[in-house]
Every structure is written in C-alpha cells, then in structure tokens.
C-alpha cells in the first residue's frame, strides 16, 4: 500500500503542494472556528458547491478556473449573507443553493469536451498538481482572509457569540457577518481549487470542531484549530506520496481520525472536571 522509495527526491517535486496544504490547512483551521461558533458547516457546504459550479463554467467557456471559482462563491457568500440573517433563513437558502450550484456544475462539466481528470480534479482537487501561479493566488487570498479577520476580529467574536447583545451595544453586526461570509467565500473558493468542492469541509469544518472540544479558550481553540488543519492537510500529501490511492482519502481521514480523538479526549476530561 506504501513505498517509500526515491521519497526524498518526490518531495522536491511537490513543494508547491506541502506549501498550498499548510497554508489551507492554517487559514482553514483559523476561519472554521467562526464557522463552528455561527453555525455555518452546512453553508461551508453551499459556498462550495457555486464555487464549483463557477469553477466548471469557466473549465467550459475556457476562462480562468480561479476567477470563476472565487465569482461563483463570492455570489453565494453575499446571497447567504443578505439574505440569511437568521439561521432558518439561512439553512432554507443554502438547501436551494447547494442542488442548484451543483447541478449547475455537473451540466457545465457534462458539456466540456476536454480532459476527464479536468472535471474529476473540480469534485475532489488537483493538490499534487499545484503550479506557481495557483499558489500565488492561493497565498495572495488566505493574506486577504488572514488580514479581515484580525480586522473584525473582535467585533465577530462578539457577534458570534451573541448576537443580539451585541447589536444592543452597537456591533455593526449585519456589515460584521456580510465581511465574514465574503472571506469565507474567498477561502473556500481557493480550497475547491486545491482539494475540491467534496472535500472543504475537511478543513474548514473539521479541525474546527476538534479544538472545541478540548477547549473554550478563545486563544487556545484558533491554535488548536489551526494545528490539526496544518496535520491534516499537509500529512495527507506526505502520505499520499508514498501511497497508492489519490490524496483525498488521505486528508479527511487524518482529519476525521483528530476530530475522534479530541472527542473522545473530551469526553474523558468532562467527568474529571465535574468531580472538582
């Protein structure tokens, strides 16, 4: 199942890979704790599925695969941002979006008559391929999400935590949430290019959820979140190099198996804690 032979010089031949994993795996582990504290997994979910429906237009149209993927998730990000304020709301826009930006896809890729590992790379990613000018757009992107979010940073933890107290201390919280889903946007639509719409929530969702379930330290859950998301994505590559099956498989279940261990971690420390 595994060789490790001539594994150093395959290293040199995917530096680019190890280094769009670390940084989706720290962005994605840091923007995924807000998602965790809002309620947001399910629109993770729908942001990615336009991102991908975009991303295959412009695979058809032979347009810029990055530029159709950010403009597919931005429109989602904004449409769940003005329109969902309010959870119900939210979760019955993303149920339309989601078979709507999918379908969508899936009869922009039915049409393009190019290669099949072109369609197959929009589902699941293209992260061993991943050439310069991916890399500076992803690098360039997770600065532009890193950099809004130390912005607002305070006022979304705030409103993250409770919305309503902090409208009635003067949060902007409807700009507050609009900025947060227009980074969100942004970082998943560079993840659908490197891992894939299937596999976001992955490491936007999962590593997220892991640190909160061994800590509710405001400073302790984002490091936790971005170490495991860093562990999951770029000890994927590092075993799929030496493996036989595609990289996939590899990230979400090193990063199902975290999450599993901190709950169950969790679970062992909650009884200890209730005996003090």
């Known amino acids: 199942m595994f060789n490790f032979e001539n594994y150093g010089e395959l290293l040199g031949l995917v530096q680019n890979s190890i280094l769009a994993a670390a940084i989706l795996g720290v962005v994605g582990g840091l923007i995924g ?3 965790m504290q809002r309620d947001m997994a399910f629109a993770v979910h729908g942001i990615s599925e336009l991102s991908f429906a975009g991303a295959a237009a412009a695979l058809l149209f032979g347009a810029n695969v990055v530029a159709g993927s950010l403009a597919g998730a931005l429109v989602a990000a904004v449409v769940i941002g003005i329109l969902g304020s309010r959870a119900r709301d939210r979760n019955s826009i993303i149920g339309v979006l989601m078979p709507f930006g999918l379908g969508l896809g899936i009869l922009f890729l039915a049409l393009y008559p190019g290669r099949s590992a072109n369609k197959f ?3 699941t990613g ?3 391929s991943v050439d310069d000018p991916q890399l500076t757009w992803l690098s360039v992107i997770s600065l532009i999400v890193l950099v809004g979010l130390l912005l607002i940073w ?3 933890s705030f409103d993250s935590l409770d919305a309503d107290v902090a409208a009635a201390r003067g949060v902007p919280t409807r700009f507050v949430s609009l900025a947060f889903m227009v980074l ?3 970082i998943v ?3 659908v290019q490197i891992i894939g719409a299937l596999l976001v929530l992955a490491l936007v969702v999962t590593p997220a959820a892991a640190a ?3 800590s509710a330290s405001p400073i302790v859950v984002p490091a936790l979140a971005m170490v495991f998301g860093f562990v999951s994505a770029v000890g ?3 075993l799929a190099i030496g493996g036989s099956l595609p990289i996939s498989p590899y990230i979400t279940t090193i990063s199902f198996l975290i999450y599993l261990a901190a709950r169950l971690v969790g679970l062992r420390a909650r009884p200890r804690a209730g005996l003090r």
């Open 33 to 35: 704790v807000f998602v």
């Open 121 to 123: 790379g929009l589902l």
């Open 126 to 128: 293209q992260i061993i």
């Open 154 to 156: 305070r006022p979304l």
């Open 184 to 186: 969100l946007g942004l």
């Open 189 to 191: 639509a560079v993840s």
């Open 212 to 214: 909160l379930r061994l």
């Open 236 to 238: 994927g590559i590092l």
